[in-house]
């Protein structure tokens, strides 16, 4: 009797540790570092990850044409921006209180330096830095079978943000910084996910569904354009403790509804509601490091590298020269 319960007790281990079931336990069982909310975590797990992003943008653009500051000038405006940067270190925080729900929040700062050229000819930059949108939300496992799995995740992204960022400028002092300067978006705004995940010994793949939804608009009389998202990706595991990702991403954004009354939409494109909108393709090589045992079992550190291949924006906006992820995590 005793024998048989062991025995019992063996097959239920078995397939409970099934080789056939999706794992996270390799470098690739995280998505590429630069995709959010991609993994969920078995009961009890927790996980606490930094990011650190950089965004470098350079000139303007509309539609798919270049647009020199003389060309923005040309256009009426009293200024053009040249140069962008954005750093941004996210702080994330992940639990898993059953099998089939993670949840996630992911507490964003961020530093924006702009330069700028007015029509006569002068230099300028504005800065802001501080604190981001705050998100909170959960992941929820709707189905897995052999070595894949299919996850939809829901998150809160709370107005912590600043929209009310002010600089000098040859305008004057302490004045309202234009909207790609601001912090956060002001309203409350619903992020959903649907991530999809496969694997082969050696090989792994995934695609994800993403959204921004603005709920109401913010103190300022403005809210920022829904936004959508769509990724994929491939991954080759090299050894139990590196794997190589390329990733294509396609996300589209709309203008921003209503206006901040403190921002004239004639002076510098970037203040222009109807100059946000756009639509991007980039692509993106990565590494994924993983220690699988041993001393710092758990850690891992995750480097990825993009640059558009296509964008098309409502301009004159500035377009994004290229950007790189990096992060570490720890899961316990
Ligand atoms: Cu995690």
């Not at 025995?7 to 470098?27: F, I």
């Not at 929040?105 to 006569?120: N, Q």
């Not at 996910?193 to 792994?204: A, D, F, I, P």
């Not at 921002?263 to 980039?282: E, F, H, S, W, Y």
Request: proline residues 5%; contains cysteine.
């Amino acid at each position: 009797m005793a024998l048989l319960s062991s025995a019992l007790v063996l097959a239920d281990e078995a397939t409970q540790s099934n080789t056939d079931d999706w794992t996270s336990d390799r470098p690739d069982g995280h998505a590429p570092i630069g995709v959010m909310s991609d993994h969920m975590h078995h009961k009890g797990e927790w996980m606490l990850s930094y990011r650190f992003m950089y965004m470098d943008m350079d000139g303007m653009r509309n539609g798919t044409d270049n647009l020199s500051s003389q060309d923005v000038f040309a256009e009426g405006y009293m200024v053009s921006p040249k140069k962008m940067t954005m750093e941004m270190h996210m702080l994330g925080a992940m639990y898993a209180p059953s099998d089939d729900i993670t949840l996630v929040a992911m507490v964003p700062f961020s530093r924006k330096d702009m330069d700028l050229e007015t029509k006569m000819g002068m230099d300028f930059s504005t800065e802001s830095s501080g604190l981001n949108d705050i998100s909170i939300g959960g992941l929820y496992r709707l189905a897995s079978w052999d070595q894949q799995t299919i996850h939809a995740g829901l998150s809160l992204s709370l107005p912590t943000g600043s929209t009310d960022e002010r600089d000098d400028t040859p305008m004057g002092s302490n004045q309202v910084l234009p909207y790609p300067m601001q912090m956060g978006s002001g309203t409350y705004d619903l992020l959903p996910t649907v991530t999809y995940l496969g694997q082969t010994e050696c090989w792994s793949w995934g695609a994800q569904l993403g959204g921004a939804l603005r709920m109401g608009r913010n103190d300022e009389g403005y809210s920022l354009g829904n936004r959508g998202n769509a990724t994929s990706w491939i991954a080759r595991e090299w050894a139990d403790w590196v794997s190589s990702s390329f990733r294509i991403d396609g996300s589209i954004w709309g203008n921003i509804d209503g206006a901040n009354d403190d921002l004239n939409p004639m002076m510098i494109p970037t203040a222009d509601p109807k100059n946000q909108g756009g639509k991007r393709v980039d692509l993106a090589l990565g590494f994924n490091f993983y220690k699988p045992d041993g001393r710092l079992a758990g850690n891992r550190l995750g480097i990825e590298v993009g640059a558009p291949v296509y964008q098309d924006l409502d301009g004159p906006q500035m377009k994004t020269d290229w950007t790189v992820t990096a992060g570490w995590q720890y899961a316990w």
